[in-house]
């Protein structure tokens, strides 16, 4: 599972916040590593300088072999929040795509 990183121009993507978003995405869906191909994270502070509650934004987007793409966004007081947030809310989008997908394969249904 590949992770990619990306961030607007009011976000610096050092090497502690990449490590931070791949220890949160690998905890929330390493175990199913085998079945995504990458996952797209696209960091950013909507309000720049300007302090408001939630201006950190967190989208995140599995590839999940032979499906559609599955996206989330978290908004959060702090990227770190909002990293943790996206990640749970990926996990929970991937697992109930994947077990729909199983049970349809199972009783011989196509999704």
Same mark, same amino acid.
């Given at each position: 599972?590949?992770?990619?990183?990306?961030?607007?121009?009011? &976000? +610096? %993507?050092?090497?502690?916040?990449?490590? *931070?978003?791949?220890?949160?995405?690998? #905890?929330?869906? #390493? +175990? /199913?590593?085998?079945?995504?191909?990458?996952? *797209?994270? +696209? /960091?950013?502070? *909507?309000? @720049?300088?300007?302090?408001?509650?939630?201006? =950190?934004?967190?989208?995140?987007?599995?590839?999940? *072999?032979?499906?559609?793409?599955?996206? &989330?966004?978290?908004?959060?007081?702090? /990227?770190?929040?909002?990293? $943790? #947030?996206?990640?749970? =809310?990926?996990?929970?989008?991937?697992?109930?795509? /994947? $077990?729909? %997908?199983?049970?349809?394969?199972?009783? @011989?249904? +196509?999704?």
């Amino acid at each position: 599972m590949i992770i990619q990183v990306n961030t607007d121009n009011r &976000v +610096h %993507a050092d090497a502690t916040l990449r490590e *931070e978003v791949e220890a949160a995405v690998k #905890g929330a869906l #390493g +175990h /199913l590593a085998e079945r995504i191909s990458r996952v *797209e994270v +696209h /960091l950013g502070d *909507e309000s @720049g300088n300007k302090q408001s509650d939630d201006d =950190k934004r967190c989208m995140m987007e599995a590839r999940i *072999e032979g499906r559609a793409p599955t996206a &989330v966004t978290q908004h959060a007081a702090s /990227l770190s929040e909002a990293i $943790d #947030g996206a990640a749970e =809310k990926l996990r929970r989008s991937v697992e109930s795509t /994947l $077990d729909k %997908a199983d049970d349809h394969r199972a009783t @011989g249904k +196509h999704a």
